[in-house]
């Protein structure tokens, strides 16, 4: 089936630094990919759609300078996370829509900025 | 806003079945369900989708009001691993379409 991969599954970073997270599709091409950030005992919420050669669509509230979403190839999106504090810690996932009428997520990125 | 409402929580004795409700009484006729859970610190897994008629897959089944106006997800034989918890979504299949989370049902399975 349609697999989503997503890199780094942890990462710990200082404050004021960047983090790149990524979300490849392994075995199909994924045209419009998703971002989504869940805190603790909340619901998933859609960060932004991101869609290959485009720019990305950012949801209402989302600071699209901070998190910077690139869409450059049919099997990669990436997210990064610019000038990180510690209220940007959370769980980042992606989701790719596989073309089939579905969507597939990422195993999801834990970022925790100290 | 999730076009969707659940219970918060519900509990089933393992080895019997699941019966998670779903109301999404706006639902538009090009819209489909989509059922969702996440294991805690996990990415969500696809259980089943439909738009009108009921469907089954080796996961589970999904039985859809005539009026479509609310559906239910039932896991045949709850195993302790199934404690999650389930999102019904609804949502088209156009390329932006996307999937829009709301609370989600807290399922626990107990011995």
């Known amino acids: 089936g349609a697999v989503v991969s997503q890199h780094p599954s942890r990462v710990i970073c200082k404050s004021g630094t960047s983090v790149k997270i990524e979300c490849r599709s392994l075995d199909f091409q994924a045209t419009t990919m998703f971002w989504y950030r869940q805190f603790p005992k909340q619901s998933l919420m859609l960060m932004a759609t991101?869609?290959?050669?485009?720019?990305?669509?950012?949801e209402q509230g989302v600071e699209k300078d901070k998190f910077l979403i690139n869409h450059a190839s049919l099997t990669l999106s990436t997210l990064t996370v610019t000038s990180a504090h510690p209220e940007d810690s959370s769980f980042y996932i992606c989701?790719?829509?596989?073309?089939?009428?579905?969507?597939?997520f990422g195993s999801g990125t834990r970022l925790t900025v100290v | 806003d999730a076009k969707t409402t659940q219970p918060p929580s519900m509990d089933c004795a393992e080895g019997r079945a699941a019966n998670l409700p779903c109301n999404h009484s706006t639902i538009s006729g090009n819209e489909y369900v989509y059922w969702y859970r996440q294991i805690h610190s996990q990415g969500p897994q696809y259980i089943i989708h439909g738009l009108k008629n009921n469907e089954t897959n080796e996961m589970a089944s999904l039985i859809i009001t005539e009026d479509r106006k609310s559906s239910t997800l039932i896991l045949p034989h709850a195993t302790l691993r199934d404690t999650a918890v389930y999102y019904c979504i609804v949502s088209g299949t156009g390329a932006n379409s996307k999937l829009t989370f709301g609370k989600g049902i807290t399922l626990s399975v107990r011995p």
């Open positions: 989701s790719a829509v596989t073309g089939m009428g579905g969507y597939t």
């Open positions: 991101s869609n290959e050669g485009s720019k990305a669509t950012y």
